[in-house]
């Protein structure tokens, strides 16, 4: 009888093991990055290149500011991360993110701003406004990959 309850606790502490060991493979949680861009290339290549360097993350795509702050407001499943083009029709990324940091349920999230923009007044007024970084959008794939990579990094320390 002694023999089988040791048997038994052996095996609940391998299987424990196992468990613990399985667990500490798997993500604490899937991070969530939302893009706000009007070009459907810039979010095609950047969603390609994001599932590359890693598939577990989730993206969401808004073509507009406006559709940025509906998702937001919603509050369901609120990003990590946004990513915002400063170069939209009808309500420019700027102007969005003045709106973001206005918003007290939102303006907790950190903005990263991705525009062809290199004019050093957009990327003043940007951080100004309360963006954590402001990259000029990249010319090769393996440049995005560089910018992905450090989105990520940013996701790992917030």
């Known amino acids: 009888m002694e023999h089988a309850l040791q048997q038994r606790k052996a095996f609940l502490a391998h299987f424990m093991e196992i468990i613990v060991e399985s667990y500490s493979c798997m993500p604490l949680e899937i991070r969530h990055i939302c893009m706000a861009d009007d070009d459907q290339d810039d979010f095609y290549l950047f969603s390609t290149v994001l ?5 577990a ?3 969401t ?3 507009t500011c406006d559709d940025l702050l509906g998702f937001l407001k919603i509050g369901n499943d609120p990003p990590d991360l946004i990513l915002l083009d400063m170069n939209m029709p009808v309500c420019d990324g700027q ?8 918003e007290p349920q939102l303006n907790h999230i950190p903005v990263i701003m991705f525009s062809t923009s290199s004019s050093p007044s957009a990327i003043k007024m940007a951080y100004q406004e309360g963006a954590i970084k402001y990259i000029v959008k990249p010319h090769s794939i393996e440049e995005l990959r560089q910018i992905i990579k450090e989105m990520l990094s940013i996701l790992e320390t917030n």
């Open 95 to 102: 102007s969005c993110l003045r709106m973001i940091r206005e």
């Open 61 to 63: 795509w808004c073509k």
């Open 51 to 55: 599932k590359e360097e890693n598939h």
């Open 57 to 59: 993350v989730k993206f």
